[in-house]
């Protein structure tokens, strides 16, 4: 399985201003246990999200000699992905693209097409550097406005993103509402129609409902997989009530239940569980 850590996604909406060399710290540690990605930062407004203002020097100060995990941070529009881009250390851009067209006006105050229009713009930019790009398909599994929601609306906007060379898509349940039926009917119909992009699941959901999640979309050939420590965080533009991340000590035990190899170093993450521990008081 491939995973990623969202340490991002946990701070930013986090009421108490972290430290920035507390953040830097806990990221370290993060480093250690050997997820395969970390989402540790947001290149967007500090008026809307003041919690992440310190990301660029947060990133600078990341040792990204302890291991091999790469780091990947959110950006909203071109702007953003410039000053992103003009940290060294960052691997990763991450841009979120919302089904909900309400969603996508609340987010990023943008419709989707002119959200599209950038995302064109950034993966050009990213062609002649090499880095990544990741487009978050948030409200992937409905939405709380609502919105009428449809398996067909996420293909086609996964087909016009296949057109315009986009290799990883991450399909997110933002707000808790994707149910067990409809994220088996997502990873069964789309994946397949698009060989050469990445699909993979971001899941904000309850603790309890983890495990069907999880395995819902793991039966249907899901391999990739977003969480963040005791499933702390949420998107605080998505509504008043942040619904929590898919917490990663509950991956660990699906894949622990379900004999799947992982390599990530158990002693740390239990390092990096106790400095999360202190940081968000659970």
């Not at 948030?138 to 296949?162: C, I, L």
């Not at 067990?180 to 050469?196: G, M, N, R, S």
């Not at 990445?198 to 997989?225: M, T």
């Not at 605080?236 to 660990?252: C, Y």
Request: aromatic share 12%; proline share 4%.
């Amino acid at each position: 399985m491939f995973l990623t850590e969202c340490s991002r996604d946990a701070m930013q909406g986090w009421g108490e201003m972290i430290p920035t060399q507390k953040k830097i710290d806990y990221i370290n540690s993060l480093m250690e246990v050997g997820f395969d990605v970390l989402d540790c930062g947001s290149f967007v407004s500090p008026k809307s999200i003041p919690q992440m203002a310190d990301s660029g020097t947060v990133i600078d100060e990341i040792d990204k000699g302890l291991s091999s995990t790469k780091l990947s941070v959110i950006v909203a529009n071109y702007r953003g992905a410039q000053k992103a881009l003009h940290h060294q250390q960052v691997d990763i851009l991450g841009f979120p693209f919302s089904i909900s067209e309400t969603f996508q006006h609340r987010n990023t105050n943008k419709s989707r097409e002119e959200a599209f229009n950038d995302i064109v713009r950034i993966n050009d930019l990213l062609a002649s550097d090499g880095r990544v790009l990741n487009v978050y398909f948030s409200m992937a599994f409905g939405n709380p406005y609502g919105e009428m929601w449809k398996w067909e609306d996420v293909d086609f906007w996964a087909q016009r993103f296949s057109e315009i060379g986009i290799k990883n898509i991450l399909l997110s349940d933002t707000t808790g509402t994707g149910t067990v039926p409809q994220i088996e009917l997502l990873f069964e119909k789309i994946p397949p129609k698009y060989p050469d992009i990445h699909f993979g699941a971001h899941f904000h959901n309850r603790y309890e409902d983890s495990y069907a999640k999880l395995k819902a979309a793991y039966s249907k050939g899901c391999r990739r997989f977003d969480s963040a420590i005791k499933g702390i965080g949420g998107c605080p533009m998505a509504k008043d009530d942040l619904v929590g991340n898919m917490p990663t000590e509950q991956v660990i035990n699906f894949m622990a239940s379900e004999k799947i190899e992982n390599r990530l170093n158990l002693l740390n993450f239990e390092s990096a569980y106790n400095k999360a521990k202190a940081i968000f008081h659970f």
